[in-house]
């Protein structure tokens, strides 16, 4: 078997200093309305969820992949009406395992190049924000997306978007994703660094999707200036986050 322990610690600490960095300190323990405000509020990558999903509904399965620390996880089990909440990341903190007292959650490692130990069918909320573009292959994480969806099924994705005004600039003044790590000017970023391995236009996510028989039904730009970014959304936007189902 694999040792896979260098790459989990990697990403613990990777992640720590992310967090100690961005001033981003949320977990299981944190507030239900401090999660609400940082991670669901308009313009934040997860809001396209609050302003889609029913509270009234029951939700038999939600499945979200690159969980991070977790809170997200604890605001779905208290937010919506859901019966089992998977949660998948590369690696957990055991403080990550002790602190998730929710008996729906459920935390998993594994890696998400592969195809994962779920049924067909089988999720009605699967969210993956801020991860396909860190992915070897796109395609597996849409087929994927297209073989876990339940008939009425609703996936959440954000991806960062290439076509923005900011990111033109970067490409046209030679300012590539893998060099902007070292790169020590106004271009460098979190949104545009060298773990991404894709970037996306919004014509490419509508290919992509139509290729795994996917419908769009909603899409929302990330960021301030939200009226604005809505009417432009490929101009304005560093990344957008959208939702779609089967056909």
């Known amino acids: ?23 981003h300190l949320l977990n299981f323990d944190t507030n239900i309305e401090k999660i609400r405000n940082e991670l669901f509020s308009e313009g934040t990558r997860y809001h396209i969820i609050e302003n889609t999903l029913d509270k009234s509904k029951i939700y038999n399965t939600f499945l979200e992949i690159g969980v ?21 990341d590369i690696a957990f903190s055991e403080d990550t395992y002790k602190q998730n007292k929710y008996k729906n959650v459920h935390l998993y490692e594994a ?12 999720v009605d909320c699967m969210i993956m924000m801020m991860v396909i573009e860190h992915l070897f292959n796109p395609f597996h994480s849409f087929s994927e997306i297209q073989r876990l969806l339940s008939k009425d099924g609703l996936a959440f994705i954000n991806l960062p978007l290439v076509t923005s005004f900011k990111n033109r600039l970067r490409l046209l003044f030679g300012n590539l994703p893998e060099t902007s790590v070292s790169y020590k000017n106004w271009f460098k970023d979190e949104d545009w660094d060298g773990s991404h391995l894709h970037y996306f236009s919004i014509d490419s996510i509508k290919r992509l999707c139509t290729k795994y028989n996917l419908e769009i039904i909603k899409i929302a730009p990330v960021g301030e200036y939200i009226f604005l970014k809505k009417i432009f959304p490929s101009f304005l936007s560093n990344e957008i986050s959208f939702c779609v189902k089967k056909k």
């Open 111 to 122: 890696n998400f190049n592969n195809k994962l130990p779920l049924e067909n069918n089988s």
């Open 1 to 23: 078997m694999q040792d896979n322990s260098a790459e989990k610690n990697f990403y613990l600490n990777q992640l720590k200093k992310e967090n100690k960095k961005t001033g």
């Open 68 to 88: 991070g620390d977790c809170s997200t996880l604890k605001y779905y089990s208290e937010t919506y009406n859901v019966n089992k909440i998977v949660g998948y």
